[in-house]
């Protein structure tokens, strides 16, 4: 096999590299030794003689570096000004997901596992010398990127660009973290120390977006109760995947009607915060590459500033030497039990259904759900939507991973374990159900909402909470 050698010396397991690699980054930057265009080549040459990669391969090395600060590959060209435009830039642009040149020569058919991995979705992927995404078509799942063990894609890294943010104390920074986070720093880590440590690193505070599956999930049963009035009758839901939102919007336009224009956790939560509090920045915290590009969805853009993954994130712990275990718990008890399991599949199904049994004990039609989780469950059930097979549900709920958000690609713990210490999370709660989450109406009364049931009448709330 061509190039076998090469690729296992200096290649293969790249996914764990370019985490060190962003960590180098982290530390410079952090320190205040990334200035110029020469600092940024000494690392390069650093890495590459730490990680044995050949002289050839600098400019492989010097496109994720840039990917790792944040920017677009270049390919050949030496640093220039990178430095200035992270220091300038506030945000990270799209596309989420670059190619990566030089990489895939060594990279035998047999031998590469990414020409499939988006088989499910459009056959958005191809290999010729190197992979070519239709970003009109890419759900942006992430699912290329983790299959590629050689780095010829990647998610850009949004946390450089924050750093400067974080050291400002005239900008307060939020972090708002995916319930799905709960066991992905230690099964003994409390979030009360994750709260800490985001503290640490130049938080203001850290909000559960869980707190905002709350409002959505009653808001949805509203939804629900008026849109579903007969046998006939189907909703899908809409407030948590973007990977099954887009699916169904980008291919499913007749069975988009059925689907409310609500936004998501995460939107909401920076939404909130930012008609809250003046002048902020609002930072999500998830297992999801997805959320990447929703941050950057022309309608939803500025809602959310930055996002960072669970597997950045804990490398920027460990780069910081912050170790969470050693810290004080500052806990808040800010979600109920139906928020905290959005993170698994079935749990915006279980929330969902909750809330419309308080809302209408006697109602005839019951909600009854159909959860499914993996690109290609989702397709499968779409398509037999599509054809007018409704059968036994008329509630449904797609999630991309499989798993739910706890099997989402950038997550550091696998998939049941960490349904298992999401639902344990849960049940710690002292709220069991969105309606009774008190945190919810202190929330709204800052809005002018007395009645719960205002939450889908014309006003500000309900404006906040819809897409354009």
């Given at each position: 096999?061509?190039?076998?050698?090469?690729?296992?010396?200096?290649?293969?397991?790249?996914?764990?590299?370019?985490?060190?690699?962003?960590?180098?980054?982290?530390?410079?930057?952090?320190?205040?030794?990334?200035?110029?265009?020469?600092?940024?080549?000494?690392?390069?040459?650093?890495?590459?003689?730490?990680?044995?990669?050949?002289?050839?391969?600098?400019?492989?090395?010097?496109?994720?570096?840039?990917?790792?600060?944040?920017?677009?590959?270049?390919?050949?060209?030496?640093?220039?000004?990178?430095?200035?435009?992270?220091?300038?830039?506030?945000?990270?642009?799209?596309?989420?997901?670059?190619?990566?040149?030089?990489?895939?020569?060594?990279?035998?058919?047999?031998?590469?596992?990414?020409?499939?991995?988006?088989?499910?979705?459009?056959?958005?992927?191809?290999?010729?010398?190197?992979?070519?995404?239709?970003?009109?078509?890419?759900?942006?799942?992430?699912?290329?990127?983790?299959?590629?063990?050689?780095?010829?894609?990647?998610?850009?890294?949004?946390?450089?660009?924050?750093?400067?943010?974080?050291?400002?104390?005239?900008?307060?920074?939020?972090?708002?973290?995916?319930?799905?986070?709960?066991?992905?720093?230690?099964?003994?880590?409390?979030?009360?120390?994750?709260?800490?440590?985001?503290?640490?690193?130049?938080?203001?505070?850290?909000?559960?977006?869980?707190?905002?599956?709350?409002?959505?999930?009653?808001?949805?049963?509203f939804e629900f109760t008026k849109l579903v009035k007969k046998e006939e009758d189907f909703f899908l839901t809409s407030c948590c995947c973007p990977v099954w939102f887009n699916l169904v919007k980008k291919n499913y336009p007749k069975?988009?009607?059925?689907?409310?224009?609500?936004?998501?956790?995460?939107?909401?939560?920076?939404?909130?915060?930012?008609?809250?509090?003046?002048?902020?920045?609002?930072?999500?915290?998830?297992?999801?590459?997805?959320?990447?590009?929703?941050?950057?969805?022309?309608?939803?853009?500025?809602?959310?500033?930055?996002?960072?993954?669970?597997?950045?994130?804990?490398?920027?712990?460990?780069?910081?030497?912050?170790?969470?275990?050693?810290?004080?718990?500052?806990?808040?008890?800010?979600?109920?039990?139906?928020?905290?399991?959005?993170?698994?599949?079935?749990?915006?199904?279980?929330?969902?259904?909750?809330?419309?049994?308080?809302?209408?004990?006697?109602?005839?039609?019951?909600?009854?759900?159909?959860?499914?989780?993996?690109?290609?469950?989702?397709?499968?059930?779409?398509?037999?939507?599509?054809?007018?097979?409704?059968?036994?549900?008329?509630?449904?709920?797609?999630?991309?991973?499989?798993?739910?958000?706890?099997?989402?690609?950038?997550?550091?713990?696998?998939?049941?374990?960490?349904?298992?210490?999401?639902?344990?999370?849960?049940?710690?709660?002292?709220?069991?159900?969105?309606?009774?989450?008190?945190?919810?109406?202190?929330?709204?009364?800052?809005?002018?909402?007395?009645?719960?049931?205002?939450?889908?009448?014309?006003?500000?709330?309900?404006?906040?909470?819809?897409?354009?």
């Amino acid at each position: 096999m061509r190039g076998w050698f090469i690729i296992e010396t200096r290649f293969k397991a790249f996914q764990e590299k370019r985490m060190k690699i962003f960590s180098e980054v982290v530390k410079k930057y952090w320190n205040n030794q990334l200035n110029n265009s020469e600092d940024l080549n000494k690392l390069a040459e650093n890495i590459r003689e730490k990680y044995n990669f050949l002289e050839k391969d600098m400019s492989f090395i010097k496109d994720h570096i840039r990917i790792a600060m944040g920017l677009d590959p270049r390919g050949e060209d030496d640093f220039q000004d990178e430095i200035n435009i992270i220091k300038n830039s506030k945000e990270v642009k799209k596309p989420i997901i670059a190619k990566i040149e030089g990489v895939c020569e060594y990279c035998d058919d047999e031998d590469c596992k990414c020409k499939d991995a988006c088989k499910y979705e459009a056959h958005i992927y191809r290999r010729s010398k190197g992979p070519i995404i239709e970003n009109n078509k890419c759900l942006n799942c992430g699912e290329c990127v983790t299959k590629c063990d050689f780095g010829a894609l990647a998610d850009k890294i949004e946390f450089l660009p924050l750093i400067d943010f974080l050291k400002d104390e005239k900008v307060p920074v939020y972090a708002t973290v995916a319930p799905s986070i709960i066991g992905q720093f230690g099964e003994d880590v409390t979030m009360g120390q994750i709260r800490t440590a985001l503290k640490l690193l130049g938080f203001k505070d850290m909000v559960e977006v869980a707190l905002f599956a709350d409002v959505l999930t009653i808001k949805e049963a509203f939804e629900f109760t008026k849109l579903v009035k007969k046998e006939e009758d189907f909703f899908l839901t809409s407030c948590c995947c973007p990977v099954w939102f887009n699916l169904v919007k980008k291919n499913y336009p007749k069975l988009f009607q059925h689907m409310p224009p609500s936004i998501s956790p995460m939107i909401a939560s920076g939404r909130f915060l930012k008609k809250l509090y003046d002048d902020i920045k609002v930072v999500f915290v998830s297992p999801c590459i997805a959320k990447k590009a929703e941050a950057k969805e022309a309608n939803l853009k500025g809602d959310i500033d930055f996002v960072l993954t669970f597997r950045e994130l804990r490398e920027i712990f460990d780069t910081l030497n912050i170790n969470l275990k050693d810290l004080p718990k500052d806990e808040k008890d800010q979600a109920s039990f139906g928020g905290r399991v959005y993170a698994r599949t079935g749990g915006v199904s279980f929330s969902v259904k909750t809330v419309v049994n308080r809302l209408e004990p006697r109602r005839l039609i019951k909600l009854k759900a159909k959860k499914v989780d993996g690109v290609k469950k989702c397709k499968q059930i779409l398509d037999e939507l599509s054809l007018g097979n409704i059968k036994e549900y008329n509630f449904v709920e797609g999630m991309g991973c499989n798993g739910g958000c706890v099997g989402g690609p950038r997550t550091n713990i696998n998939s049941e374990k960490a349904a298992k210490l999401v639902n344990e999370f849960g049940e710690d709660s002292l709220i069991m159900t969105p309606f009774d989450n008190i945190n919810v109406m202190k929330i709204l009364k800052q809005f002018g909402i007395d009645r719960i049931e205002e939450i889908i009448e014309d006003n500000e709330v309900s404006r906040l909470l819809n897409r354009e």
